[in-house]
């Protein structure tokens, strides 16, 4: 019987239409991964961006798929959500949500799923508890935060950097960090168990 980490990584190979069909199965199981992980939201009464476990899911979902599953499960999310699939944070969804405040962050999951899942199927590194935390932390950081706030600062015309990081970054670095362990532990749980 297979190991479910080698069932759930796509093999070096051509993609074809006999395969086609398992890959879109495996990306839209993903985008529903994320889509349910969205709906755990509260707001912060000084942001317009809400706290969700939506990392979570992108990143769970980065790390058990190729980059290619992967790169569908965000895809699916943003698309499927965008043509009004009520599955972005508070069961809303629409072209609109897209373009709103929080939309750079929601755009930057795609970017952030890959470079993620991109990494941690190449080196070995990321293997180690500390590497793989290591790597959550600055794409969590370096990806989501910052096109977020880039985002969130050209939607409301902010252009302080010290409002932005209030509004955008600042209050969310606690549980972002406690979704990174969560997300690491579940890893580890899942591969081992499976």
């Known amino acids: 019987m297979k190991k479910f980490a080698e069932v759930m990584v796509l093999r070096k190979g051509v993609l074809t239409s006999g395969n086609l ?8 199981l993903g985008a529903l991964l994320i889509g349910l992980s969205a709906q755990l939201k509260f707001y912060l009464p000084f942001s317009p961006v809400p706290v969700t476990f939506q990392t979570f899911g992108v990143f ?38 897209l373009v709103g405040p929080t939309g750079g962050y929601l755009l930057s999951f795609l970017p952030a799923g890959l470079m993620v899942s991109f990494l941690y199927h190449r080196f070995i590194w990321t293997k180690s508890f ?17 096109m977020g ?43 081992r168990k499976f």
């Open 149 to 191: 706030m880039l985002w969130l600062g050209w939607i409301l015309k902010i252009s302080d950097i010290k409002v932005l990081l209030l509004m955008g970054s600042l209050p969310f670095i606690y549980g972002d960090l406690l979704k990174i362990f969560l997300v690491v532990f579940t890893l580890k749980y899942i591969l």
């Open 21 to 28: 069909g398992i890959e879109v199965f495996w990306g839209l």
């Open 60 to 97: 769970l979902t980065a790390l058990l798929f190729s980059p290619f599953r992967c790169g569908l499960a965000q895809f699916f999310y943003l698309f499927l959500g965008a043509l009004g699939l009520p599955w972005f944070a508070g069961a809303t969804g629409g072209f609109l949500t």
């Open 130 to 146: 500390l590497g793989l935390v290591f790597l959550l932390v600055i794409v969590n950081f370096g990806v989501i935060h910052l």
